[in-house]
């Protein structure tokens, strides 16, 4: 006998999405958890970085309103309150994941768990056994050693900072280092980004790339390719960052966003036959489970598309094949997501150059234009839509937009893809006017055709 049918290692979102619907099929479910109840989205990911987000729009807003007849100045902005604001929503949101566990009858024992053996898992110097162990201890910041490199932070405390950095130095080229980019920017401090490559958002398609580096230029961000910090110090004002290029900057702080790694240390792998990937994931087959018969994994530890929703259809799927009789498994194809920088990104399908090698001949379409709103406010910003079609099929295989509510319109547009709408059915549907949404069912003439 087992003391659980199921020991998840981790309360992030897949680990308490599994758990939780394991318990709903009866299983006897434990979740350890030695942070946060929530994982890296609720605390020190997507909610905390959308609130502040919306803080960072508020600047741009105010300045926008005058053209539309409302007199008055920028208000000051006070970082301690977006802050601490934030802090107590965190902490309902911790409570509201706890209760989740609590209603599903699942144990939640707190603290490092460890692996003993195939089915032994310790948490503080207490054993328990389990017929299942999923590791869902998802994914970890990384910053790379170099002098200096104790000065720099990486995204989990750049949230609860105790000051407003003035001047921010942001190194990374991928969502996160973007995001921040744009948060911190909207926030009034003077932002550079340092990306060793020559263009940003590499794994994105290349006109939404270029787009980007455009629109976030002219928003102030000082962003400077192919450059990367050689050290950093503490100067009379701040820190010294001198660049691989020569340069030394003055700042504030030195956010780090170059990558994250699986979350492994202290887990205890070494007692049990689990592969790892030369990139340092867990490696699982289709159905989540490792070179271990019982031991499972999933998430951002397995180092597929790191995405909360797509971890929590991994949770989904490995609790109804394990727990509840159902042949289900995460479909990875045509997966919408976002970033959150200003103006947003959001993109589902493939890019370009992936459609071309997997389609061959295609039909692109694209429109640029300035958004309706800022015809009035006069602000400098384009929005950027792009449509991939399979000219055998005339299936739309890639979306792709830069503008206002990017994000929102791009949920919709993955319900239509993921039922194989072509290019005929875009054209057939009638768009909703004035929007910039329409646009995508009114783009009638190719731009590149193979």
């Given at each position: 006998m087992q003391d659980y049918d199921l020991f998840v290692i981790g309360a992030g979102s897949g680990g308490v999405r599994a758990a939780r619907?394991?318990?709903?099929?009866?299983?006897?479910?434990?979740?350890?958890?030695d942070r946060y109840m929530g994982g890296t989205c609720v605390n020190v990911g997507c909610v905390p970085k959308k609130l502040y987000v919306y803080a960072a729009e508020f600047g741009k807003a105010f300045k926008d309103a005058r053209n539309f007849g409302w007199d008055g100045g920028t208000p000051a902005f006070d970082w301690a309150t977006l802050r601490d604001n934030k802090k107590a929503e965190i902490s309902r949101l911790n409570v509201v994941y706890?209760?989740?566990?609590?209603?599903?009858?699942?144990?939640?024992?707190?603290?490092?768990?460890?692996?003993?053996?195939?089915?032994?898992?310790?948490?503080?110097?207490?054993?328990?056994?389990?017929?299942?162990?999923?590791?869902?201890?998802?994914?970890w910041p990384h910053i790379p050693e170099?002098?200096?490199?104790?000065?720099?932070?990486?995204?989990?405390?750049?949230?609860?900072?105790?000051?407003?950095?003035?001047?921010?130095?942001?190194?990374?080229?991928?969502?996160?280092?973007?995001?921040f980019a744009g948060i911190f920017n909207g926030l009034g401090a003077k932002v550079t980004q340092l990306y060793r490559g020559p263009l940003f958002l590499r794994g994105f398609d290349a006109d939404i790339r270029a787009h980007a580096a455009q629109e976030i230029s002219k928003s102030g961000v000082d962003l400077r390719f192919e450059v990367n910090v050689q050290s950093i110090a503490v100067?009379?004002?701040?820190?010294?960052?001198?660049?691989?290029?020569?340069?030394?900057?003055?700042?504030?702080?030195?956010?780090?966003?170059?990558?994250?790694?699986?979350?492994?240390?202290g887990l205890g792998l070494e007692n049990v036959n689990v592969e790892i990937s030369?990139?340092?994931?867990?490696?699982?087959?289709?159905?989540?489970?490792?070179?271990?018969?019982?031991?499972?994994?999933?998430?951002?530890?397995?180092?597929?598309?790191?995405?909360?929703?797509?971890?929590?259809?991994?949770?989904?799927?490995?609790?109804?094949?394990?727990?509840?009789?159902?042949?289900?498994?995460v479909d990875y194809e045509f997966i919408p997501t976002a970033v959150f920088c200003q103006p947003n990104i959001g993109t589902?399908?493939?890019?370009?150059?992936?459609?071309?090698?997997?389609?061959?001949?295609?039909?692109?379409?694209?429109?640029?234009?300035?958004?309706?709103?800022?015809?009035?406010?006069g602000r400098d910003e384009k929005t950027f839509m792009k449509l991939i079609v399979d000219r055998t099929s005339d299936r739309v295989v890639g979306v792709?937009?830069?503008?206002?509510?990017?994000?929102?319109?791009?949920?919709?547009?993955?319900?239509?893809?993921?039922?194989?709408?072509?290019?005929?059915?875009?054209?057939?549907?009638?768009g909703i006017h004035p929007t910039a949404a329409e646009e995508f069912v009114t783009m009638r003439d190719v731009w590149r055709e193979d």
């Open positions: 619907m394991a318990a709903g099929f009866g299983a006897k479910v434990a979740v350890a958890e706890e209760n989740v566990l609590a209603g599903a009858k699942a144990d939640v024992i707190k603290g490092r768990a460890t692996i003993v053996d195939a089915h032994t898992v310790a948490v503080g110097g207490q054993h328990y056994t389990a017929g299942k162990i999923l590791i869902a201890t998802g994914g170099f002098p200096g490199s104790d000065l720099a932070i990486s995204s989990n405390e750049v949230f609860d900072l105790a000051q407003f950095p003035r001047r921010l130095a942001i190194v990374g080229g991928g969502y996160i280092s973007v995001e100067g009379r004002d701040g820190l010294q960052v001198l660049l691989t290029d020569g340069a030394i900057i003055e700042v504030d702080a030195v956010l780090y966003a170059t990558g994250r790694k699986a979350n492994l240390e030369d990139a340092g994931n867990i490696v699982v087959d289709t159905d989540y489970c490792t070179s271990e018969p019982s031991i499972f994994a999933l998430g951002d530890v397995v180092g597929r598309m790191e995405l909360t929703p797509v971890a929590l259809a991994e949770g989904m799927a490995f609790a109804r094949r394990q727990f509840g009789g159902r042949d289900d498994r589902v399908g493939y890019t370009e150059d992936e459609a071309r090698a997997k389609f061959g001949r295609l039909r692109v379409f694209k429109s640029t234009f300035r958004p309706m709103k800022h015809t009035l406010s792709h937009m830069m503008g206002p509510d990017a994000g929102e319109i791009m949920q919709g547009i993955a319900i239509a893809m993921r039922a194989g709408a072509t290019k005929a059915v875009f054209d057939s549907t009638i």
